[in-house]
């Protein structure tokens, strides 16, 4: 049975889907933790908090562009890789990284996951929106 097959059947996700809950949680807490554990601007925080979601614009050209573009910003891999550059941009890529760290578990944890070609409402996490209240 295939991934996309298990989300039309919210029952076969079983516990996976809140475990991922739960990692969601954690990494909204340990990025708003290391947001503040850095002392930098709140007010920066609240302005960048959902610019990740601003790839959702590429479902205005079509799903598969807006899946990927979607997914390229709702992975830990680029707010790692901008924590790394830390090594030589400093705290303000740190700080960058926490808040992005922080938006991608507040949306694993009201399980907004990676999307799929077949259309936003399709996640790794299942259904979500008019497509869940469907199934």
């Known amino acids: 049975m295939t991934t996309i097959e298990q989300t039309r059947n919210p029952s076969l996700l079983g516990n996976v889907v809140l475990l991922q809950r739960l990692e969601g949680l954690a990494a909204l807490g340990l990025g708003v933790a290391a947001y503040v554990w850095l002392g930098q601007s ?26 990927i573009s979607y997914n390229l910003v709702h992975t830990y891999t680029a707010p790692a890789l901008v924590a790394l550059s830390g090594l030589m941009l400093g705290p303000i890529a740190y ?21 799929f070609e077949t259309g936003f409402e399709h996640t790794h996490m299942g259904r979500i929106g008019k497509a869940r209240r469907k199934s």
């Open 42 to 67: 709140w007010l920066v925080f609240a302005l960048l908090f959902f610019v990740p979601d601003l790839f959702m614009l590429g479902y205005l050209r079509s799903p598969r562009i807006g899946a």
């Open 95 to 115: 700080g960058i990284a926490a808040i992005w760290t922080a938006h991608i578990g507040a949306d694993r944890m009201l399980g907004y996951g990676l999307k």
